[in-house]
């Protein structure tokens, strides 16, 4: 099966790239297969568990040439109520890659996917999580390193989500918000 995926991956980018002449991001499958992708390719690592790991799978890639994107520390589908401090707390470039490799994470992004989603739980598996991964990435490095200093921003908008509707879980378990959260 990996070969014929493989076969199939390598003539549609042989078409994108060769005949279209167009640039491309793949999955980090396509690269763990072994698909002869143009040197402008920008690989997306998604997956944390397998083959050592995020920081080992960026030190691959990137020791590979490729420019990548970063998602597999922050998939929120199975994330937990206090997820969003682990996340926030996570540096994309915290592996033992050389600064020249570094240079080539164009940067990051939270996922999330349906195994475990639906309508009624999307918005509170999304945030607040998200805006601890948003602010993480958007930030400067010295800005977010702990978690506890942001608690109370997110808690802020929490509430404010809450007030205009959007059916937000908790950030960190049971709570509730103040007539004037306004003032966080």
């Not at 970063?70 to 206090?82: D, F, N, Q, R, V």
Request: aromatic share 12%; proline share 3%.
């Amino acid at each position: 099966m990996s070969q014929l995926e493989a076969y199939y991956i390598q003539r549609l980018v042989d078409l994108v790239g060769g005949k279209l002449k167009r640039s491309y991001i793949v999955w980090q499958d396509v690269f763990d297969e072994g698909v002869h992708i143009a040197p402008d390719t920008l690989v997306h690592v998604w997956i944390e568990k397998r083959n050592g790991g995020w920081r080992w799978k960026m030190d691959q890639v990137t020791k590979a040439g490729y420019q990548t994107i970063l998602s597999a520390p922050w998939y929120l589908e199975t994330a937990y109520t206090e997820a969003w401090r682990e996340y926030y707390e996570t540096d994309l470039l915290d592996w033992d890659g050389s600064e020249e490799q570094k240079r080539r994470v164009l940067g990051g992004g939270a996922c999330m996917w349906g195994e475990y989603v639906d309508g009624g739980n999307l918005m509170n598996k999304v945030w607040t999580t998200t805006a601890a991964v948003a602010e993480k990435l958007w930030s400067p490095k010295e800005a977010t390193k702990e978690a506890a200093k942001a608690a109370r921003r997110f808690h802020a908008q929490h509430c404010r989500m809450q007030v205009t509707g959007i059916r937000v879980g908790p950030q960190d378990g049971p709570g509730h918000c103040p007539c004037d959260f306004a003032v966080y």
